[in-house]
């Protein structure tokens, strides 16, 4: 006689899993929907893609193989995606191939994690937790300490407000490219691009007072472009991301 699951980690988690094998996505769903989460099916990338910009996912599922659009080009996509929330869901790979050079060609393209094929159900669900709790670090639990500081904007706003509010509404329109291209950067190891990149966006963190990364933008800057610490640069890079986007969520309610 079965055991009713009372294991319930997942509750108020909502994952997309992409898989275009129906046994597969009966599977998964199964041992998902039975840890208390809401499973959405993707059959391919770009349905992902499409649900991914319709509604909000603690993480993501990745079949590697996957026909219309695969894993890679899919979180490819994602990672591109001009807001940071969405194009931040961490992605775990779901894959048959875990050789090295599958598991850098994975982490280049931006997945956060992989499960090798068949999956053991509690590896799966704690990657999930894992994951999510990334995510949750990075987009729900902000700091109540503002990430900015506007000492330096105020000063020269001359009592303006509506030139302060501009320069707010300026790093939320133009910032997130700018980050994208320095991550993108990044997981090509594109490392002159990156140092161009950490480059453009450091007098923009000095001018917002963006001291938390006052130090890791420059050390990219120094390291990509003297080819120098590059393993640990991917790690720094989303901490740099991960402040900008704690950033840009703040300031919106500043100009709100």
């Known amino acids: 006689m079965s055991k009713t699951r009372t294991d ?11 898989e275009d094998v129906v ?10 929907e039975s840890s208390g989460a809401v499973v959405v099916i993707a059959n391919n990338g770009s349905e992902a893609l499409d649900w991914l910009k319709r509604q909000h996912f603690d993480c993501i599922l990745m079949d590697v193989q996957m026909p219309e659009m695969d894993g890679i080009e899919a979180t490819e996509e994602i990672r591109r995606l001009p807001d940071p929330v969405m194009s931040s869901t961490p992605i775990i790979a779901l894959t048959a191939n875990s050789h090295a050079e599958d598991l850098l060609k994975y ?23 894992s994951n999510a709790k990334k995510k949750k670090e ?5 700091p109540v300490r503002d990430l900015y500081d506007l000492t330096m904007i105020r000063s020269v706003s001359g009592g303006d407000p509506a030139f ?3 320069m707010i509404l300026l790093f939320i329109e133009t910032v997130p490219q700018n980050v994208r291209e320095l991550v993108d950067a990044s997981h090509s190891q594109n490392w002159e691009q990156v140092s161009k990149m950490a480059h453009k966006l450091k007098s923009t963190v000095d001018s917002m007072g ?4 006052h130090d890791d933008i420059r050390k990219v800057e120094a390291d990509a472009k003297a080819r120098q610490n590059l393993e640990q640069l991917p790690q720094l890079v989303k901490q740099v991301e991960t402040v900008i986007i704690l950033c840009i969520r703040q300031l919106h309610k500043e100009v709100m």
């Open 8 to 18: 319930k980690r997942l509750t108020g988690k909502t994952i997309l899993v992409a």
């Open 107 to 129: 982490q280049r393209a931006g997945m956060d994690d992989f499960l090798a094929k068949p999956f053991d159900e509690a590896l799966l669900l704690s990657a999930i937790l």
């Open 164 to 166: 302060i509010k501009k």
């Open 23 to 32: 046994l597969n996505q009966h599977l998964t769903r199964h041992i998902l």
């Open 210 to 213: 963006i001291k938390a990364i």
């Open 138 to 142: 990075i987009i729900s639990d902000a």
